[in-house]
């Protein structure tokens, strides 16, 4: 697979609620929640290593620490594996914390995904930058940020992750109006957030994937706002000087903020897991659904 290096870093939003799946994140991270052994987040952060990203920045809350304990090393739990001399599974996890370099940002009250990405300018700076939200898996052969930054690339424009949305559920995204440039290529013309579905200008809605340019930073500090500041806010700010880029992304994509995807995930990649695959084959044929 081909690894890029000229988007290095990648900020990982975290500090929302997660109120959609409460009360198990009362007190919990959605972005831990697991899939079969490994939380969602986790996986985000391996599609960002696979794309050839090494210094991966959350933006985390109050109610995150989880987050960060986890990509740390657990000197209790890993003494204790030690002696049991259960060794593959402590060099499991002791590498965990070495897969990256982990940078943490506190964003103090959780007020849109526009002005978590805010909180991590001063250490991006003037660098292109990937987002990735915390609980947005696609299983493709190619990363689905690989597959934006390979657009990224050749235009050097914001890029985003595009997926078709059924219908019913346009109102939870934003919607892009685009032309067609290219397979699977789009250039943007405009983005309705969560529309009405009278107001849905296509069946393209944004996906938590994105590769933004440096300017978005000026846009983002341009809006006046109340309550949420919105990555789409300072989009269509951009959309009004320089040309945004969209990806229609291959792959299948969960959206593990969302029940019913949380569990699609978890049934399919069980299909796949060495460990426990043969059972649930079996049980899942029992069922005769
Ligand atoms: C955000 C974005 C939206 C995008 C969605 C994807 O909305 O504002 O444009 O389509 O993520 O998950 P949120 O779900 O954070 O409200």
């Not at 559920?169 to 957030?193: R, S």
């Not at 989009?235 to 903020?257: A, N, Q, S, T």
Request: charged share 30%; hydrophobic share 40%; with cysteine.
């Amino acid at each position: 697979m081909k690894v890029q290096n000229l988007i290095k870093k990648a900020i990982i939003p975290v500090a929302g609620f997660g109120t959609r799946f409460l009360p198990a994140t009362k007190s919990q991270p959605k972005e831990m929640l697991p899939i079969i052994d490994k939380p969602i987040v986790h996986f985000i952060v391996e599609e960002a290593l696979e794309s050839g990203i090494k210094d991966i920045i959350f933006i985390t809350g109050r109610h995150k620490r989880a987050i960060e304990d986890y990509f740390d090393y657990a000197p209790e739990l890993e003494n204790n594996l030690f002696r049991q001399n259960k060794i593959e599974v402590l060099n499991k996890i002791k590498s965990i914390a070495n897969l990256a370099n982990f940078i943490y940002v506190r964003q103090k009250e959780p007020k849109g995904n526009g002005d978590a990405i805010l909180q991590a300018e001063c250490l991006v700076r003037n660098e292109p930058f990937a987002v990735l939200f915390g609980d947005d898996i696609v299983l493709s052969k190619k990363t689905a940020l690989i597959q934006l930054i390979e657009v990224f690339e050749k235009y050097r424009d914001c890029t985003i992750a595009l997926c078709e949305i059924p219908k019913k559920f346009l109102n939870q995204y934003g919607v892009v109006k685009a032309v067609k440039i290219d397979k699977n290529i789009y250039e943007i013309k405009d983005i309705v957030e969560k529309p009405r579905p009278s107001e849905a200008v296509s069946n393209l809605g944004i996906i938590g994937k994105y590769v933004l340019i440096p300017e978005i930073f000026d846009e983002l500090k341009r809006i006046k706002y109340k309550d949420e500041l919105g990555i789409t806010d300072a989009l269509k700010g951009i959309l009004k000087k320089r040309p945004v880029y969209g990806v229609k992304i291959e792959g299948k994509r969960y959206d593990c903020g969302s029940k019913i995807d949380f569990v699609k995930a978890i049934i399919d990649l069980s299909l796949n897991h060495p460990e426990v695959k043969k059972e649930i084959k079996k049980h899942l044929k029992s069922l005769k659904i």
